[in-house]
């Protein structure tokens, strides 16, 4: 028998603004999967949020885009929607693009990250949370953990690991998708993961097949056609034993990199780790947050978490994310803290050229 681990999220509503989801909300997450586990579609869950995203972590025997799983979750951020309108909380409902399930939570506006697998003697599973950022924004990481050997000593010194893995990326504006082996083809898998808002890592298998990671790669502002938030997104990666150690899989988040998101969708920041309790994003919308749960999964049941972040050897990584938010802040309107047009998820350009249209010289 196999278990699989789905994690499923979405932003129904926050308090101030954009900030944190209400500790109301994820109450009614609870019952709702609380009464899944009893009737015995769920065997464990657990919930948490990171700023104005609530993460649902839940653990079954129903395989991946299991109808009644997401049914559930579906049902969970519904009836979550209904406290928020109630509370005026901001955003109320704002990820759910239908009132109504239709057979797959998939773009219906929260987003996925599930794997099954058999489980191992011991498997470690660890799960990141993100808020004010998007899909790409674990592509650096997840080639750091997967792929380079100065990250993962695993990969040099470990037989179990030293063939390499294999990655599946999406590219979200064509909608298709191609699997590259690592360390082969890595000049040209980075040469597409470079560019974080197009190709995205949506999954990572050893070479035998075997699951590794898998990322929630929805974008909700191209499913939507238009501005109706960013895409947070969420990741599960299996640790240890022919996968990389728990350290490996972690030191990564120790570079508070660069990634989109921050205020009105719209600004490259730097992403940083903090606990579930610190995950709170407040500057200036911000700035990007991640949080990092550690859990071993045992007969489909969740051990933990460990709160990852929640690590003074961290200390040094928001202080660096604190000081690197001051200096791209200081750009103000410019890029390349301001997204390139593009990539805006706000913009009044379109607006201001019809404006200036007739005032518009040709120049010889
Ligand atoms: C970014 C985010 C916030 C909002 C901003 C403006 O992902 O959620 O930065 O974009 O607070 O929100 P509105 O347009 O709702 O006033
Ligand atoms: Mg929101
Ligand atoms: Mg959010």
Same mark, same amino acid.
């Given at each position: 028998?196999?278990?699989?681990?789905?994690?499923?999220?979405?932003?129904?509503?926050?308090?101030?603004?954009?900030?944190? +989801?209400?500790? +109301?909300?994820?109450?009614?997450?609870?019952?709702?999967? $609380?009464?899944?586990?009893?009737?015995?579609?769920?065997?464990?869950?657990?919930?948490?949020?990171?700023?104005?995203?609530?993460?649902?972590?839940?653990?079954?025997?129903?395989? $991946?885009?299991?109808?009644?799983?997401?049914?559930?979750?579906?049902?969970? /951020?519904?009836?979550?929607?209904?406290?928020?309108?109630?509370?005026?909380?901001?955003?109320?409902?704002?990820?759910?693009?239908?009132?109504?399930?239709?057979?797959?939570? @998939?773009?219906?506006?929260?987003?996925?990250?599930?794997?099954?697998?058999?489980?191992?003697?011991?498997?470690?599973?660890?799960?990141?949370?993100?808020?004010?950022?998007?899909?790409?924004?674990?592509?650096?990481?997840?080639?750091?953990?997967?792929?380079?050997?100065?990250?993962?000593?695993?990969?040099?010194?470990?037989?179990?690991?030293?063939?390499?893995?294999?990655?599946?990326?999406?590219?979200?504006?064509?909608?298709?998708?191609?699997?590259?082996?690592?360390?082969?083809?890595?000049?040209?898998?980075?040469?597409?993961?470079?560019?974080?808002?197009?190709?995205?890592?949506?999954?990572?298998? @050893?070479?035998?097949?075997?699951?590794?990671?898998?990322?929630?790669?929805?974008?909700?502002?191209?499913?939507?056609?238009?501005?109706?938030?960013?895409?947070?997104?969420? %990741?599960?990666?299996?640790?240890?034993?022919? /996968?990389? %150690?728990?350290?490996?899989?972690?030191?990564?988040? +120790?570079?508070?990199?660069?990634?989109?998101?921050?205020?009105?969708?719209?600004?490259?920041?730097?992403?940083?780790?903090?606990?579930?309790?610190?995950?709170?994003?407040?500057?200036?919308?911000?700035?990007?947050?991640?949080?990092?749960?550690?859990?071993?999964?045992?007969?489909?049941?969740?051990?933990?978490?460990?709160?990852?972040?929640?690590?003074? +050897? /961290?200390?040094?990584?928001?202080?660096? %994310?604190?000081?690197?938010?001051?200096?791209?802040?200081?750009?103000?309107?410019?890029?390349?803290?301001?997204?390139?047009? $593009?990539?805006?998820?706000?913009?009044?350009?379109?607006?201001?050229?019809?404006?200036?249209?007739?005032?518009?010289?040709?120049?010889?």
């Amino acid at each position: 028998t196999k278990t699989t681990i789905s994690v499923i999220k979405a932003d129904v509503g926050s308090v101030s603004g954009h900030g944190v +989801a209400h500790p +109301a909300l994820l109450d009614i997450c609870e019952d709702t999967l $609380e009464n899944a586990r009893e009737t015995g579609l769920l065997n464990d869950y657990y919930i948490t949020r990171c700023g104005d995203d609530i993460d649902m972590i839940m653990t079954h025997r129903n395989g $991946e885009e299991n109808e009644e799983v997401h049914e559930t979750a579906f049902t969970a /951020f519904m009836k979550a929607t209904e406290k928020a309108r109630e509370l005026k909380l901001y955003g109320a409902g704002q990820d759910l693009l239908s009132d109504t399930f239709s057979g797959n939570i @998939k773009g219906m506006g929260p987003g996925v990250a599930e794997m099954e697998f058999k489980e191992r003697p011991s498997d470690p599973v660890i799960v990141y949370c993100c808020d004010k950022t998007e899909p790409g924004a674990f592509n650096l990481p997840l080639y750091k953990i997967f792929a380079d050997p100065f990250n993962t000593a695993g990969l040099v010194i470990d037989p179990s690991l030293h063939d390499g893995f294999k990655f599946e990326v999406f590219d979200v504006m064509e909608h298709r998708k191609v699997i590259m082996e690592c360390p082969e083809e890595s000049y040209d898998l980075l040469a597409l993961l470079g560019s974080t808002g197009r190709y995205v890592i949506k999954r990572i298998f @050893k070479k035998n097949g075997e699951i590794a990671a898998a990322v929630s790669t929805e974008r909700l502002n191209l499913m939507a056609g238009q501005y109706v938030g960013k895409d947070d997104p969420v %990741a599960v990666v299996r640790a240890q034993s022919g /996968f990389p %150690a728990a350290g490996e899989v972690i030191e990564p988040f +120790a570079f508070p990199h660069l990634v989109s998101g921050w205020m009105r969708g719209s600004h490259n920041g730097p992403l940083m780790p903090t606990s579930q309790e610190e995950a709170n994003p407040i500057r200036f919308d911000g700035p990007p947050r991640i949080i990092g749960l550690g859990f071993q999964v045992a007969d489909s049941e969740l051990i933990g978490p460990v709160d990852l972040f929640d690590d003074p +050897a /961290f200390d040094p990584t928001r202080k660096e %994310a604190a000081n690197i938010a001051t200096y791209m802040r200081r750009h103000g309107p410019f890029e390349p803290h301001r997204l390139p047009s $593009e990539e805006m998820e706000y913009t009044s350009l379109p607006g201001v050229l019809t404006k200036l249209e007739e005032r518009f010289k040709k120049m010889d």
